[in-house]
């Protein structure tokens, strides 16, 4: 990383592995590394890399206000057919969501959710994930709603333990997300974050086709 930041995602994925391969050092269950598309998986491939291990996709899905999409009332995630869902309740407490409305938006991601893990991993079967040391990887955490929700659907799965590791994140999201995970590793934490893309050169969209290419790079 330079003064200016992580070059692209590969460069934040180069250095997260190497942070990685100390923390992992002598752990005793075997390591596999999820990305949550779609900037997460190019992070994730550099990581798996590193980690010598095997790379999938956990698809998330935000749970954005009807009337205000970037903001997050909750999250979904699913590991095989099991589907989880998280609430924010700091947002549900401070606007006025009526359970018919939470549940249309959540049904409505659902849809999208099923349709990226197709496009995605094809008919391949997820990596398994029981008694398994799981890497989950993002490009950044914001609010940290979608990485909670990958928590509570991978915690279905049995592993031996669960490491979340971003290159970047808000303060107050690692802070608020580090008790329910084994460990989480995160290489930057500005006081004065606003934005994932803020630590990156280049944040450029990550398209559907990249994600593809980077997971049958990391099978």
């Known amino acids: 990383m330079s003064a200016r930041g992580f070059a692209d995602r590969r460069d934040a994925g180069r250095a997260?592995?190497?942070?990685?391969?100390?923390?992992?050092?002598?752990?005793?269950?075997?390591?596999?590394?999820l990305g949550l598309p779609r900037g997460g998986v190019i992070v994730a491939a550099e990581v798996a890399t590193?980690?010598?291990?095997?790379?999938?996709?956990?698809v998330v899905r935000k749970l954005g206000l009807p009337?205000?999409?970037e903001l997050a009332m909750g999250a979904i995630a699913a590991v095989g057919d099991a589907v989880e869902t998280v609430r924010t309740e700091?947002?549900?407490?401070?606007v006025r969501v009526g359970d018919d409305t939470f549940a249309a938006v959540r049904d409505e991601e659902l849809v999208e959710l099923r349709r990226r893990e197709q496009a995605y991993r094809g008919?391949?079967?997820?990596?398994?994930?029981?008694?398994?040391?799981v890497v989950l990887v993002d490009d950044g955490l914001a609010t940290g709603s979608t990485m909670r929700a990958a928590v509570v659907a991978v915690r279905r799965g049995n592993p031996a333990r669960i490491v979340v590791a971003v290159p970047v994140g808000s303060p107050a999201a690692c802070a608020a997300l580090a008790p329910d995970v084994d460990d989480l590793v995160c290489l930057v934490a500005p006081r004065g974050f606003h934005a994932v893309g803020?630590?990156?050169?280049?944040?450029?969209?990550t398209s559907d086709a990249e994600v593809r290419a980077a997971l049958a790079q990391g099978v």
């Open 50 to 58: 590193a980690l010598a291990a095997p790379l999938d996709v956990l």
């Open 123 to 133: 008919d391949r079967a997820p990596v398994p994930l029981t008694d398994r040391a």
């Open 16 to 33: 997260l592995g190497q942070r990685l391969t100390d923390a992992l050092r002598g752990a005793d269950a075997d390591v596999v590394v």
């Open 198 to 205: 803020q630590a990156y050169v280049d944040f450029t969209a």
């Open 90 to 94: 700091s947002v549900l407490a401070a």
């Open 67 to 69: 009337w205000q999409p």
